[in-house]
């Protein structure tokens, strides 16, 4: 029997995932992938309440924005990581370090 | 072990084993479609979860959009003739460390709270929803056309270049 439990267990492996490629990549496009792991993980968590402990849509109304939320964020970020490609022409972020005093 | 559980336990190992080569693997272009069965394995859990407006709307702004862009941003910033694409990390091991703390904490809080587990019977849940963003929750639905106005103007100024300004 798969229980709410089950999804959270499996939404708190691709959340820490997400975690590890944001702590540990140096590839900005590579550390926008982990966002998006983190961003799916908070989905598929808000989609298993709205199914077992709501018992009602909120949830996936939530999760919906969340998508859109994600689409918007990937625009603006692949935006700035090509300037700066541009600008450095490199795509690792701590050699995007123009600002350092 | 029944349908349901044995659907989930293939999904489960995809999505996981997915996220894992994304975040593990040595070069760019394999994590970006090994992303791709992230996305799916998500979407099949939507659907095993009664989901299935979410689950259209993962796999055709997820994998028809939010992936493309992911992968022209990997062509992008990558010389096309450069055939290393490969990554470096950094700080591995405190990142390790975090991460696994991380996943014991939350997933021992999972199982140990006694969660209410009566679900919702599964109906089709698109109308519903429809009804809802034009009723309960139209000003978020509007805030959000808007914010996603905002960020394809925004993107579009910010990657233009300027004529010798």
């Known amino acids: ?101 | 072990m029944s349908g349901e559980a044995f659907v989930f336990w293939v999904f489960a190992i995809v999505t996981v084993g997915s996220a894992a080569v994304v975040v593990l693997s040595r070069t760019l272009i394999y994590s970006a479609f090994a992303l791709l069965f992230t996305f799916f394995g998500v979407a099949g859990f939507y659907v095993l979860l009664g989901a299935d407006f979410l689950a259209a709307a993962q796999l055709l702004i997820y994998v028809g959009g939010i992936l493309v862009l992911l992968l022209f941003g990997v062509m992008l910033t990558h010389k096309i003739y450069d055939l290393d694409l490969r990554t470096e990390t950094t700080q591995l091991a405190p990142g390790l460390i975090v991460a696994a703390g991380l996943f014991v904490i939350l997933s021992a809080t999972a199982v140990r709270t006694s969660w209410m587990s009566t679900p919702r019977p599964p109906a089709a849940t698109t109308a519903e929803i429809g009804r809802l963003f034009l009723s309960t929750y139209l000003l978020p639905f509007e805030a959000a056309s808007v914010l996603l106005l905002v960020a394809l103007v925004g993107a579009a100024m910010i990657v233009r270049r300027r004529r010798d300004a």
Do not use: C
Request: glycine share 8%; proline share 1%; aromatic share 6%.
């Open chain 1, 1 to 101: 029997m798969i229980g709410i439990e089950h999804y959270l267990v499996v939404s708190a492996a691709l959340f820490s995932l997400g975690v590890l490629g944001l702590l540990t990549r140096r590839n900005a496009v590579n550390v926008l992938m982990s966002i998006e792991l983190i961003l799916n993980a908070a989905n598929v968590n808000l989609v298993a309440f709205s199914r077992y402990a709501a018992g009602n849509l909120d949830g996936q109304i939530f999760g919906a924005f969340v998508i859109v939320v994600a689409a918007a964020e990937v625009a603006v970020g692949l935006a700035i990581v090509l300037t700066l490609y541009r600008l450095r022409r490199t795509p690792n972020l701590d050699e995007a370090d123009i600002l350092k005093g």
